[in-house]
């Protein structure tokens, strides 16, 4: 664009930015943003709410904020959307105690929070699975006078769902209409995964219709969460027929859908169906992805169907994809499959094994070979995520070196990873296969004491069974 044909002042410069940083350009934006201040066009709060809200999503918080402190340092004051977007980075990084800082100061500088800043807050809380912190500034908002909209109410909903405290979660459902609010699409899925994780189908079923019934056309999440709900309960031949209605019907069937049918049978040991509904993929000209070609070699590799497997594992197109679905069949099941050795079979010794492995090797099956692939991902530059990092550490924990595995605890830190509850579970596991009980014991109150993470039923059956066994007291 010419100067001449148009005078650009900082209305066109913040649209162009905040195009760029939503198409997630930042480094084109902040070219544009010093361009600006060489041509003498100042720029507003809108102008470095964008810049700092693309830096923020791309993780690049020292300069976010170098930023902000620019913007303050010209006297531009930061209005509830820049305080909101802030509020949203911290968030979205689980910094709680910096959001509620952000919280603080907004208020200090006589900025009124609107609804969008007490729900992202909210967000915030739930993602951390701190359902009593979210609720808490649920109420504060109301106090203060603020109306909760859907997202508000979608957002607590959820949280309670995930936290399998259903009846509070349908008292809020309940209690929408009568605050003049519609649930929308997201929040019906919301109550409909939290009904099927309660095994309450019945429920689940009557308001699938339900949400028919008002006029709200359920999506392919909602499809995906009903079918999952069916299979993971059992029901797995309502939720065949519930996919050939939804064939039937011309609705849009995803791969997601095709990979819940595909593990649900398989895990029933019904191979024939598995295999019609993954040959079905290619002439719907779906992709199967890496979820789907794990659960296919899984099962087959679980029912000893090895040359199955291998034939399956060969035709997967993408080499990086079948080094991911190799470690994590590998990884994940225990087993080693023949197809993994890409050309002429080789022996386990031909494997290399890393030198920080500990020595005692007895009865360690393949959990020894699992562990250089990590190294071989970090090298092809494919990315691991908290899933490979526990199956590092399973791995670990099984060839006695639990400790070894405590050591990934650090690197999965550096990568921006959370332990979950599986992490620990697995660390738990590994101290009292090592015998160390009372560190087991320790940790596991230690995780009681932080509520940080909250200890499922294999970590609770991991202890309870130790101490039953030995008859130890702690």
Known sequence: MKEGSCKLDTIVYTTIIDSLCKDRMVDDALKLFSKMDEKGIFPNVVTYTSLIHGLCNFGRWKEATGMFREMLDRGIAPNVHMYSVLLDACTKEGKMKEAEGVLEVMIQRDVHPDVVTYSTLMDGYCLQGHIDEATRVFNTMVERGLHPNVFSYTILINGYCKKMKIDEAMHLFQEMPRMGLQPNTETFSAMLQGLFRSSKCGAARKLFNE?????????????????????????????????????????????????????????????????????????????????????????????????????????????????????????????????????????????????????????????????????????????????????????????NGVYFGFSLLGTLFKCSYTPDVTTFSTLINGLILQDKTPEAVQLFKKLMRMREIEPNVVMYGTIINRLCRTGEHY
């Not at 997601?256 to 649900?264: E, G, K």
């Not at 024939?272 to 040959?279: C, E, G, H, P, V």
């Open 211 to 399: 949400m028919q019934a008002v006029g709200i056309i359920p999506n392919s999440q909602s499809y995906g969460i009903l079918l999952d709900g069916l299979c993971k309960n059992g029901h797995i031949s309502e939720a065949l027929s519930l996919f050939h209605m939804m064939k039937r019907n011309g609705l849009d069937l995803n791969v997601v859908m095709y990979s819940i049918l595909i593990n649900a049978f398989c895990k029933d040991k019904k191979f024939d169906t598995a295999r019609a509904l993954f040959s079905n993929l290619s002439s719907k000209r779906l992709d199967p992805n890496v979820k789907t070609y794990t659960m296919m070699i899984q099962g087959l590799c679980e029912e000893g169907l090895l040359h199955e497997a291998k034939e399956l594992f060969i035709a997967i197109p993408d080499i990086m994809g079948r080094i991911i679905i190799g470690w994590e069949c590998l990884g994940a099941s225990g087993y080693c499959p023949e197809f993994w050795m890409s050309g002429r079979r080789r022996g386990r010794q031909e494997m290399p094994i890393p030198e920080e492995i500990p020595e005692q090797q007895e009865g360690v099956g393949h959990h020894a070979i699992a562990l250089p692939l990590i190294g071989k991902l970090h090298f092809l530059g494919i990315p691991v995520n908290i899933c490979t990092f526990n199956i590092a550490i399973n791995c670990y924990c099984r060839v």
